[in-house]
């Protein structure tokens, strides 16, 4: 079965710093989601992506935060000057459009 | 507001039992519902969905699950488990139609027995 692939698996980063979440989605897909998991809490939607622009965004996703699809084939997350408070599992998810998303195995960030 | 509820935040049952958690939740119209499995080091897989008709609905792995719309209820079921299912299960909600997206519970983290 295609999977949604992301990278690294772990990041550990200093409070300040930029950091860049990778994703390589399922190739025929069309909408894109970026979601986290706070330590404990519930998984939380930050962003969705479709025909190269965003779709929806939530709360969270604030000024620090920014997606890109550079290449068609790569889906990133980027924070600009992570906060101690930005420590969470990042997933990515892919679909063709309306209910079956695919997740993949997510990158756990750990901000010191 | 838009809301899932899963009360049990960890459950202990030993290789055999039969399985349940609860999900409830809190929506506008009546959603699509999910049910996601995280195994460890594993991302989020679809065990079921709920979308309409029979309110049984059979998933992946022996799972199963029932829509209830008057206790806006969506329980997991398993008749017998497996050490293999000791995992966190998710239940998520989601409209009818647009791309909003999915809402989910905290979770239940299962640890299966001998």
């Known amino acids: 079965e295609p999977e949604v692939t992301q990278t690294p698996s772990h990041q550990v980063t200093q409070m300040g710093q930029e950091v860049i979440l990778r994703c390589v989605p399922i190739s025929n897909h069309l909408y894109f989601y970026w979601y986290r998991q706070i330590l404990g809490q519930k998984v939380e939607f930050l962003v969705s992506?479709?025909?190269?622009?965003?779709?929806?965004k939530s709360e969270i996703f604030d000024d620090q935060f920014s997606v890109e699809r550079p290449d068609g084939s790569n889906f990133t997350l980027k924070i600009r000057s992570t906060k101690l408070e930005d420590s969470a599992m990042y997933f990515c998810a892919s679909s063709l459009g309306g209910e079956k998303l695919f997740f993949g195995s997510g990158t756990q960030l750990s901000v010191l | 507001a838009q809301s899932v509820t899963q009360p049990d935040i960890h459950i202990t049952v030993s290789e055999g039992a039969s399985l349940e958690l609860r999900c409830n939740y809190s929506y506008g119209a009546t959603p699509y519902l999910f049910w996601y499995v995280q195994s460890p080091g594993q991302g989020l897989q679809l065990l079921l969905k709920y979308f309409s008709g029979d309110t049984l609905v059979q998933g992946i792995k022996g799972f199963e699950a029932e829509f209830k719309r008057s206790q806006s209820s969506f329980n997991l079921r398993k008749p017998s488990v497996h050490w293999s299912d000791a995992a966190e299960y998710f239940c998520a909600v989601g409209p009818r139609a647009g791309n909003t997206p999915l809402v989910f519970g905290k979770g239940t983290r299962l640890s299966v027995i001998a």
């Open positions: 992506f479709y025909n190269n622009e965003i779709s929806e």
